[in-house]
């Protein structure tokens, strides 16, 4: 699944195979050669995936592992701060795109929640200095974490076939090839060029500065319509800061269309839309099926935010 996903979105697939090699668990992890994948028992062979609202390792393992195949072995970066980015985030959100087709964006909302919480345990452990993406230079809470978040949120946003435009594009233009070797400036040139002028500056929150949002849900009232739906008056606030690699914090202006949605008893979203929102309290009118019992700002957890349990309140009639 992954090798035709990879072939059909990046750049063809340079063998004529592709192994998996099981070695014993004295370690676990697995690593990507060329063609060639040892791959340890403990994470994937002895593993018995049973209960759907857990991460399913193995295939996620395996699709980054093969995502290897094309960032790290057809693009090689230069040895320069941004390489881990070309290497392990692309590595990352490739395996994303499995995991999303396989298994659908419910699972995928489980790793990015997933992902959210361990971003932020390593950058308050952080012991020198945190970089931004586009000069990550081994942190593995940037370049995984943080990565997986980054693209993700970029897909969201601009579209999955402009973003495969940029991909497919910049692969095209640097795989196989000598020096100079390619940047992550490179790659994030392609990022501007398929990204509307209204949201560029989202990619300087993402890739270019380190940028953590504050949005919270203050109240959600629900009224029902003739039709057996429901209109939800929604307050919410937002903020947004940028930080220095010390972890210092500055105000910085909230302006950029955030999901604003409903979601029933068992999580499941009854509606969703993609609103402007500002910095301080933005009100909204939200129409959604009968059954919402919590709604707020960012549901599905998208953002880079400190704390997102309180993005979504439970809603009154």
């Known amino acids: 699944e992954s090798l035709a996903l990879y072939s059909k979105e990046f750049t063809p697939y340079q063998f004529?195979?592709?192994?998996?090699?099981?070695?014993?668990?004295?370690?676990?992890?697995?690593?990507?050669?060329?063609?060639?994948?040892?791959?340890?028992?403990?994470?994937?062979?002895?593993?018995h995936w049973t209960?759907?609202?857990?991460?399913?390792?193995?295939?996620?393992?395996?699709?980054?592992?093969?995502?290897?195949?094309?960032?790290?072995?057809?693009l090689v970066p230069a040895d320069q701060?941004?390489?881990?980015?070309?290497?392990?985030t692309f590595a990352q959100y490739s395996a994303l795109l499995v995991m999303e087709q396989h298994y659908g964006k419910d699972q995928v909302r489980r790793f990015l929640k997933y992902e959210l919480d361990r971003y932020l345990l390593g950058r308050g452990t952080e012991q020198k200095q945190e970089q931004p993406l586009v000069r990550a230079d081994g942190a593995s809470y940037v370049h995984y974490q943080k990565g997986a978040l980054a693209l993700y949120a970029l897909q969201d946003a601009i579209g999955e076939p402009a973003i495969d435009d940029a991909?497919?594009?910049?692969?095209?233009?640097?795989?196989?090839?000598?020096?100079?070797?390619?940047?992550?400036?490179?790659l994030i040139a392609e990022f501007r060029r398929v990204t509307p002028a209204a949201l560029q500056p989202l990619i300087a929150d993402l890739f270019e500065t380190i940028t953590l949002y504050d949005v919270r849900a203050v109240s959600a009232a629900a009224r029902r319509q003739p039709d057996g739906s429901e209109a939800i008056e929604l307050v919410?606030?937002?903020?947004?800061?940028?930080?220095?690699?010390?972890?210092?914090?500055?105000?910085?202006?909230?302006?950029?269309?955030?999901?604003?949605?409903?979601?029933?008893?068992k999580g499941n979203v009854v509606a969703i839309e993609k609103r402007r929102v500002h910095s301080g309290e933005n009100?909204?009118?939200?129409?959604?099926?009968?059954?919402?019992?919590?709604?707020?700002?960012?549901?599905?957890?998208?953002?880079?935010?400190?704390?997102?349990?309180?993005?979504?309140v439970a809603v009154t009639r």
Request: hydrophobic residues 40%; glycine residues 8%; contains cysteine.
């Open 167 to 186: 991909i497919s594009a910049f692969l095209k233009r640097w795989r196989f090839t000598g020096p100079p070797y390619a940047r992550s400036v490179d």
């Open 283 to 312: 009100r909204f009118a939200l129409a959604a099926k009968a059954g919402a019992v919590r709604a707020g700002i960012d549901p599905l957890c998208k953002l880079i935010d400190r704390d997102p349990s309180d993005n979504t």
């Open 81 to 88: 701060q941004g390489a881990s980015m070309l290497v392990e």
């Open 236 to 265: 919410v606030s937002a903020r947004k800061v940028r930080a220095d690699g010390a972890g210092n914090e500055s105000e910085a202006p909230f302006d950029g269309e955030v999901d604003i949605g409903a979601l029933d008893a």
């Open 16 to 47: 004529r195979q592709a192994r998996i090699v099981e070695f014993p668990a004295y370690a676990a992890f697995a690593q990507s050669f060329a063609n060639t994948i040892p791959f340890s028992e403990d994470i994937g062979f002895v593993q």
């Open 51 to 74: 209960d759907p609202t857990r991460i399913d390792v193995a295939t996620y393992v395996t699709a980054h592992e093969i995502g290897h195949q094309w960032w790290g072995h057809q």
